[in-house]
DNA sequence: TTGTCTTCTGACAACGTTGTCACTTGTGTC
DNA sequence: GACACAAGTGACAACGTTGTCAGAAGACAA
């Protein structure tokens, strides 16, 4: 900036005016500055800018995801990010894994570097670690998932009517065994979802049965063995939900592996890609990731902007897919 | 920091010393700075080091990706992003949406906030525009994608020899008349397997048909819609080569509409999740994405470290995984 | 002419750090 | 006891910007 305003013959000050745009500069200094900052090649240091600057933005903000490359939080990745180059807002990413030590370390590596806001998807079980951020005026928004011993604005779907939903479509189609697997119930929305089952069926006057209903699923494999296994009692369901997205496809792989899958009934939460290609179709409960990113984005700037109102709880709603799966009839 | 020295009751040199870790400093005198930072809830201020530093290192590395929520990106960010952990160093993400314009605005944002190194999936045609970055000391790695009038490290998959594997699979199994559906052929991946289809049928002395050739499939409907065109010929091929992730979808829309998929053999480019529920499983010939991120973030790592050695080209090999489409019979 | 006001410009300090260098101790050697 | 040397500590300037404030130059009215 000193070159630049040297080679322009004006001070560095007009140099700093005419880089920020600012008012009040002659045009034909204008002139002479831009052409000076092109032929030195002359880039605006936004580190020193936001240093220096009264309110010490930095343009930039975090976020914390599960994992970027996980379908649902890389598509709540990209709806944050178009609603933030709209105001030359960049975004840091990271995964936290599910883990809270990993989810802490990173909005510490945010802090450092000065993030304007957090946008958290969490995966801690406290989040009182937090204080010192919305101390320091950073304002910090959570996705998915609610935060724990910590107020905050948050953008949540609608796990269990979601859910109910889904279970409601089978018991209208005459099913009244239905099965029910699920993934780690420490994770607040597999509980959601598995309290929607649980206070559907006892709605539709259907007794609950645990021979039923399978917890903690991780992952697909996890999911096919507790499906195979539930399909061999004596008494086996006629139609199954699955909590989520791996747990769906555990289910239905289970289901093509014992020939049931024209005979069972399936409904999963979460949209798989491709869910329409497999026969039959899989009937899903979609959740709109896009939705809950864009809205949290879009809270996330009304705070920076200023808006001091109490926090803000938002509710995303899901969309009920059929395709096939969930109108196979007991 | 001022606050944290005057609590402890030492300089602020000292309380510099103690949070980078430096030695020298007596054992009592780090216990007091340390509790002091705590009691005040002090937190480094790494844009404030990195303006001061001699290296301007920010710990911070941008990437430029075509959408951050599509699979292979998204794959490609969590590789870099594991190997960037190990260092304590942070990822922006961009996407470019295969837009050169774009991808020059991503790269100039990340410049101002002095990113110390580039991974860039390239949209753009011409990266002479990054020339001052590379004055500037900046890394530059490219993933998947070539640059364009620049010289720089990259990281690509071996496109070609991965389409001929296919082709040469289909040709084993006795099929001669094999259409090919290619994405936008100004896309450089996108005409590399091209070639390689062209130059595998050279070899097995099988005579060009430009009636089996279909490029610019830009998305499924396009794919879909060529693939039922092509099968509708007096002469349909028995066999299809998808150049790309969606464009197989949409050719396995195609065969499925016309009651094909069992008959016509179909092998694609690039995994696709699910695509072993499919009736038949798709044959495709995977990329991994996780080894180019890694590899990609090794080499600019190393760059960063001070490794001066003319420019590295890397191959990463592709993988045929057979699932039963690949595998029909002419 | 003088005075007042507006518009444009620049000098200087400050943001929160770290590099440089000089100073103060304490220890060991002759 | 004099001296050299190492280890620990702090004062100060500087990184590249922007906020504050003061001053210069010109326009206009009295």
């Keep these: 900036m000193r070159e630049v305003a040297a080679l322009a013959k004006v001070s560095i000050k007009t140099v700093s005016r005419v880089v920020n745009g600012e008012s009040g500069v002659s045009p034909s200094l204008v002139r002479r500055v831009i052409a000076a900052s092109e032929r030195l090649n ?16 930095s343009a930039t903000i975090g976020i914390v995801l599960e994992d970027v490359a996980n379908p649902f939080s890389s598509a709540l990745h990209r709806s944050i990010e178009d609603v933030a180059v709209q105001r030359g807002v960049l975004v840091l990413a990271g995964s936290s894994d599910e883990d809270g030590d990993r989810e802490r370390k990173l909005v510490s590596a945010f802090a450092s570097r000065r993030v304007d806001g957090l946008i958290i998807q969490p995966s801690s079980q406290d989040h009182s670690y937090l204080l010192s951020e919305r101390r320091a005026g950073t304002p910090i928004v959570f996705v998915d998932r609610p ?6 604005d948050t953008v949540l779907t609608d796990n269990a009517a979601g859910v109910r939903r889904g279970v409601r479509h089978l018991v209208q189609n005459g099913h009244r065994r239905i099965g029910y697997l699920g993934d780690l ?3 607040v929305t597999a509980a959601e979802r598995h309290r929607g089952y649980v206070e559907e069926l006892a709605d539709q006057r259907i007794e609950a049965d645990e021979r039923l209903v399978r917890l903690d699923l991780r992952g697909i494999e996890r999911a096919e063995a507790a499906a195979t296994e539930m399909l061999g009692h004596s008494q086996p369901p006629t139609a199954l939900f699955a909590g989520q997205n791996l747990v769906t496809i555990g289910a239905f792989r289970a289901l093509r592996r014992l020939g049931l899958h024209q005979r069972v009934a399936l409904i999963g939460f979460d949209d798989i890609l491709l869910a329409d290609l497999l026969e039959p179709g899989i009937t899903v409960i979609a959740q709109d990731p896009a939705a809950i990113g864009r809205t949290a984005a879009q809270v996330l700037f009304r705070r920076l902007d200023g808006d001091e109102s109490p926090t803000q709880h938002h509710i995303v709603l899901t969309r009920m897919i059929t395709r096939g799966s969930g109108e196979i009839l007991p």
Tied chains: 1, 2.
């Design 185 to 187: 119930h420490t994770i």
């Design 42 to 57: 002359y880039r605006h240091n936004l580190t020193a800018s936001s240093l220096r600057r009264s309110d010490g933005r």
């Design 147 to 152: 935060p724990a011993f910590f107020d905050a």
